[in-house]
């Protein structure tokens, strides 16, 4: 009975491209004065027997034109939004940050200075980059030294005056010209030799170099001093041990064994079956060190020692392979 085409309103709502032009028609045909409201509102006014079809045309009619607009309405909003790998559940755990901390070289360092500053000692540093004079010759290193050879000492391209410094000695030259004693000083620093890599031998590696001067000083404050520090170390079952040895810029000199960490001097393989772990060279500053910097050998005398910082923490943590230090492998550094 009603004269409502309803393939032309479905295609009126096809062509429809906004949400408002949208919302126009739904108006138009749903709303509150709508031609659904309409067509039901003449319902009371026709015969009883006709009013029951008319209704049940309206509503499916409504249905239908409902359905039309809902249909559309979808394809405006366009696809559904999913939920995607990147949306943000902020219920989801964080991500937890790894920590850094520090290289175990340089907790060694920390370590070993702590326990030498405890007995008055005060830091110093120099350069890597060293002069020939302060590297060997101000410490009594004369010319045909095997140590002096090129083989044994990076030098800089272009000169023969100027190197990467072999070991923390130098810094004994600078640190007296530069002050009167007492003196009492540690050094940590980098030290570079032209050794082939293995597990034992680096180019570059760490020492850390002490030395006293002051009226007065023998070889006991020496022997007593590097006991603290061991014991320190090692833990205070440790033995130590003094061997003769020669350096040319200490004299007396000596090398400073401990007893083996693993076998506690039984003999093993760590320590060559002797038991005893060499851990660093010491002795009286030689006079001809003292008149390179200034100082008056009758007046003044003191005591130097000299150690790797690798080899320590190798003995110290029981690692089998120096070049662990520079892998960088978290695995590893970890640990400490
Ligand atoms: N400089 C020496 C070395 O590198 C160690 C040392 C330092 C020995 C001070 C005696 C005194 O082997």
């Known amino acids: 009975m009603h004269n409502l085409d309803l393939a032309a309103i479905q295609a009126e709502i096809e062509k429809v491209n906004s949400s ?41 009619l409504k249905n239908q034109i409902t359905a039309f607009l809902r249909q559309k309405g979808s394809s405006l909003a366009g696809p559904e939004p999913k939920a995607t790998a990147d949306a943000l559940d902020i219920t989801m755990p964080g991500i937890a940050q790894e920590l850094g901390q520090m290289h175990p070289i340089t907790q060694v360092i920390n370590e070993i200075c702590d326990i030498f500053m405890r007995m008055g000692f005060s830091i110093v540093e120099g350069p890597e980059i060293e002069t020939e004079f302060n590297n060997f010759t101000g410490l009594n290193i004369p010319l045909d030294h095997p140590s002096r050879d090129a083989f044994d000492t990076f030098y800089l391209r ?60 023998k070889f006991s404050d020496l022997k007593g001093m590097l006991e603290i520090f061991a014991k320190s170390v090692f833990g205070p079952d440790i033995k130590m041990r003094f061997r003769p040895h020669f350096f040319p810029f200490t004299e007396p000199s000596a090398e400073v064994d401990i007893s083996c960490v693993i076998c506690h001097g039984k003999g093993c393989s760590s320590c060559g079956r002797k038991g005893w772990l060499e851990i660093l060279g010491s002795g009286m500053i030689h006079p001809n060190v003292f008149k390179h910097v200034g100082y008056d050998p009758k007046k003044y005398t003191g005591f130097a020692f000299g150690m790797g910082v690798e080899r320590i923490a190798m003995l110290k943590y029981g690692i089998n392979d120096i070049r662990l230090f520079c892998e960088n492998d978290l695995r590893f550094l970890k640990q400490f």
Not at 34 to 58: C, T, V, W, Y
Not at 194 to 214: C, K, N, R, W, Y
């Open 158 to 217: 272009d000169t023969t005056k100027l190197l990467l410094r072999s070991h923390t000695s130098p810094v004994q030259i600078r640190a007296m010209k530069e002050k009167k004693p007492p003196l009492a000083v540690v050094v940590p620093g980098r030290v570079y030799r032209p050794d082939a890599t293995d597990a034992s031998h680096l180019f570059m590696f760490h020492q850390i170099e002490g030395f006293m001067v002051d009226k007065g000083i």
């Open 20 to 60: 408002v032009e949208l919302e126009e028609l739904r108006l138009k045909y749903l709303g509150r004065k709508g031609l659904i409201a309409q067509m039901m509102s003449i319902i009371p006014d026709l015969a009883p027997e006709e009013r029951s079809q008319a209704g049940q045309e309206a509503n499916a």
